[in-house]
């Protein structure tokens, strides 16, 4: 059967932006793809049913990541419906810039309950549920090297999970499972290019030696590359894919 033979890949945050593009990169290299999302069901039903129209097994499932049961039932489905999960990407995650002072508690609560606790609860699903061999890619952030103000409480989530990466990496001895994370600059999404101005924009496209915004497609290729035989011996690491920017 199709579902044993196929490697399973878990994308989370995956209906829009990067991690649609990703779902998409995925399933052109053979994953049955598991498109994670917590919001936008219509996003997440329409890609579905293009990776499907194009050949690809795909499906669709609602899970807020920072609710541990909601994580244990994204991994119920996919199992169920695709088979045990080799690939898990964590792409969820969640960015508000003003400085640390101007934080609310909601908003500190909210950026680390999805980027950092996030990354916890499916790493910790991961580690029981996935198969030997596997391999998970983090997200983090080059801000992470930047340290530019209005990021405070953004970094420290993504410092965590660069940290989480690390060790889980060596935590998982002996079962054949890479942990990396990818650690982008600024990437032309619609998160990204929300609320500002052309100057703005221009301003973060001179930032880097190549002198242009990333593109969605130059990190999914990074994360086609960690899930593939090619990265077999890249372990415990984070890809800055920045275009030189730190």
Not at 222 to 233: I, N
């Amino acid at each position: 059967m199709t579902t044993q033979t196929r490697k399973v890949a878990i994308v989370t945050g995956a209906s829009r932006g990067i991690g649609a593009v990703i779902a998409r990169q995925l399933a052109a290299q053979g994953f049955a793809v598991a498109i994670n999302y917590a919001s936008s069901a219509s996003e997440a039903s329409a890609l579905v049913v293009e990776l499907r129209q194009a050949g690809h097994q795909a499906i669709a499932v609602r899970a807020d990541v920072a609710s541990s049961a909601d994580v244990t039932r994204l991994f119920d489905e996919t199992e169920q419906q695709l088979g045990k999960v080799d690939v898990l990407v964590n792409n969820a995650g969640i960015l508000k810039v003003m400085p640390l002072a101007q934080h609310s508690d909601e908003l500190y609560e909210q950026t680390f309950a999805i980027n950092t606790r996030g990354t916890f609860n499916t790493l910790r699903e991961a580690a029981t549920r996935m198969n030997d061999g596997g391999r998970i890619v983090n997200f983090s952030s080059s801000t992470v090297g930047l340290n530019l103000p209005g990021y405070a409480v953004y970094i420290a989530s993504k410092a965590a999970v660069e940290s989480f990466t690390q060790v889980f990496a060596k935590e998982l001895r002996g079962r054949q499972i890479t942990v990396n994370a990818v650690a982008p600059g600024p990437v032309a999404t619609e998160l990204f290019l929300y609320g500002k101005s052309e100057e703005q924009i221009q301003t973060f496209a001179k930032m880097p030696p190549l002198e242009r915004l990333g593109q969605p497609e130059d990190i999914a290729s990074v994360v086609s590359f960690l899930v593939s035989p090619a990265a077999a011996w890249v372990n415990g690491q984070i890809l800055r894919a920045n275009g030189g920017l730190v």
